[in-house]
């Protein structure tokens, strides 16, 4: 597609319960990254999927949150037992790859709510 | 581990003024990316920088980058109401990009 797409663009979810977010980037975009914004701050980093390789899941904090990348394309990034805190605008970035400097392009990004 | 840190945080200029914010890492870059984020609106791309010492222009919008390559400086010119939002600056290094704390712009009419 012409740009990253992230879906739902909003989740209103109880405590507790999980939720699916996804993100569908640009054709061709090898590199893919998952961000965590909370309101006012800045951007957390969470994982990064490179091609084929082993994905960098340095920045997830915690074993509630997992992701994969299917078929070297769309993405999931699963949180199990949602907390408040998980409250935050999650968004994903592509780019053309990880070992050339290109910027990143951002989708509009999933709000969820945890009540 | 990294870090990477935007001065200031918040920013409010009268319409005209010029404005400057500063991102500052604690470890070399290999390069340095600037994004800006309009309220309610995601991280657009604006610009990279690679080189030691690189200063590059969009316009009103002046980028530095560094002669460490560890501080780069994104300065405007003549502030315009357009030109309000949150800049982030994103340091790479090995094959992330770590973003900085960002500096909220609001330019008074």
């Known amino acids: 597609g012409a740009g990253v797409s992230q879906s739902p663009s909003n989740k209103v979810t109880e405590k507790g319960k999980d939720v699916e977010l996804r993100c569908d980037p640009i054709?061709?975009?090898?590199?893919l990254y998952w961000y965590r914004q909370s309101l006012g701050q800045g951007l957390e980093f969470l994982i990064y999927?490179?091609?084929?390789?082993?994905?960098?899941k340095s920045g997830l904090p915690s074993d509630r949150f997992s992701a994969e990348r299917t078929g070297g394309s769309v993405s999931t990034l699963t949180i199990q037992r949602t907390q408040q805190e998980d409250s935050a605008v999650y968004l994903c970035?592509?780019?053309?790859?990880?070992?050339?400097?290109?910027?990143?392009?951002f989708g509009s990004g999933t709000r969820l709510t945890v009540v | 581990g990294q870090q990477v840190m935007q001065i200031p945080q918040y920013q409010h200029v009268q319409e005209g003024e010029d404005f400057t914010t500063y991102c500052n890492s604690s470890?070399?870059?290999?390069?340095i990316q600037w994004y800006k984020q309009r309220p309610g609106g995601h991280p657009v791309f604006l610009i990279q920088?690679?080189?030691?010492?690189e200063v590059k222009k969009q316009k009103r919008l002046t980028f530095q980058f560094g002669e460490a390559k560890k501080n780069s400086s994104l300065h405007i010119t003549a502030t315009q109401t357009t030109d309000v939002g949150t800049y982030f600056c994103?340091?790479?290094?090995?094959?992330?990009?770590?973003f900085g704390t960002g500096t909220s712009l609001t330019v008074i009419p």
């Open positions: 920088l690679v080189k030691s010492g």
């Open positions: 994103a340091g790479r290094t090995g094959n992330q990009f770590y």
């Open positions: 999927f490179q091609g084929n390789s082993a994905p960098d």
């Open positions: 970035a592509s780019s053309r790859g990880a070992n050339v400097n290109y910027g990143y392009t």
């Open positions: 470890t070399t870059l290999s390069n």
């Open positions: 054709s061709g975009h090898t590199a």
